[in-house]
């Protein structure tokens, strides 16, 4: 099914390690970001990319790096994890100028 | 300041009855859009409805409305004869102009409709 698929859903780090969480649209969506969302915070925006090649910081980027080397993926890598990261990450994406994002259905990482 | 102020955290309504979800935005931007999101138990966000600061008329998708006020900066979410499957949060969110390039949504913190039988 076309969508926005996110991987892992569930992952428990230690502080200090490093993962990737994978995003991958099959719509040829522009705009690819990613949000995390924290009880009482709503969604908060962290990293975007318009377009391959392209990406730029987003509210909260600090201890998140991102890559955008095709249309279709669009990882966020955490460099050390820390117990403030612990969060549930959705990546969305859109067309140029659409009104709607598409998201994915959430990756719950905890941070011990 | 907030950008994006949602008052209710919890809201219940009975089935079949209309409910409205209270939303108020903050910008200086002229243009803007403002948008609202339903994220049930499961956790996916979808997307459900969407204004311009354009628009003449308020927006309507099945049963959703937009109930948009701009002096007031109130966008509230009326849904008509409620179903049990409405049980999830409500997310109201903007875009402003400038915040265009980054596709920047502002979200509020939520309200949690439960319908009740």
């Known amino acids: 099914n076309a969508g926005v698929t996110q991987t892992p859903k569930f992952q428990v780090l230690k502080t200090g390690q490093s993962m990737t969480l994978q995003c991958a649209q099959d719509m040829n969506h522009e705009y690819m970001s990613w949000y995390r969302q924290d009880p009482g915070m709503g969604l908060r925006l962290i990293h975007y990319s318009v377009g391959a090649g392209i990406t730029d910081q987003g509210e909260v980027p600090n201890g998140y790096n991102v890559s955008r080397s095709t249309t279709e993926d669009f990882p966020l890598r955490l460099l050390s994890a820390a117990p403030s990261q612990t969060s549930v990450y959705f990546c969305?994406?859109?067309?140029?100028?659409?009104?709607?994002?598409?998201f994915g259905s959430g990756t719950r990482l905890t941070v011990v | 300041a907030q950008k994006i102020t949602q008052t209710q955290p919890g809201m219940f309504v009975q089935e079949k009855e209309a409910v409205t979800l209270d939303c108020t935005y903050d910008?200086?931007?002229?243009?803007?859009?403002l948008f609202w999101y339903k994220q049930p138990s499961s956790g996916e966000m979808i997307f459900l409805i969407y204004q311009g600061s354009y628009d003449q008329q308020n927006a309507t998708e099945g049963r959703y409305s937009l109930n948009f006020q701009k002096a007031r900066k109130s966008a509230n979410l009326v849904i008509s004869a409620s179903q049990l499957g409405d049980s999830a949060m409500y997310f109201c969110?903007?875009?402003?102009?400038?915040?265009?390039?980054?596709?920047?949504?502002?979200f509020g913190t939520g309200t949690s409709l439960t319908v009740i039988p």
């Open positions: 969305a994406s859109s067309p140029l100028g659409h009104h709607g994002y598409t």
């Open positions: 910008t200086s931007d002229p243009s803007y859009g």
């Open positions: 969110a903007m875009r402003e102009a400038v915040r265009f390039r980054s596709n920047q949504f502002y």
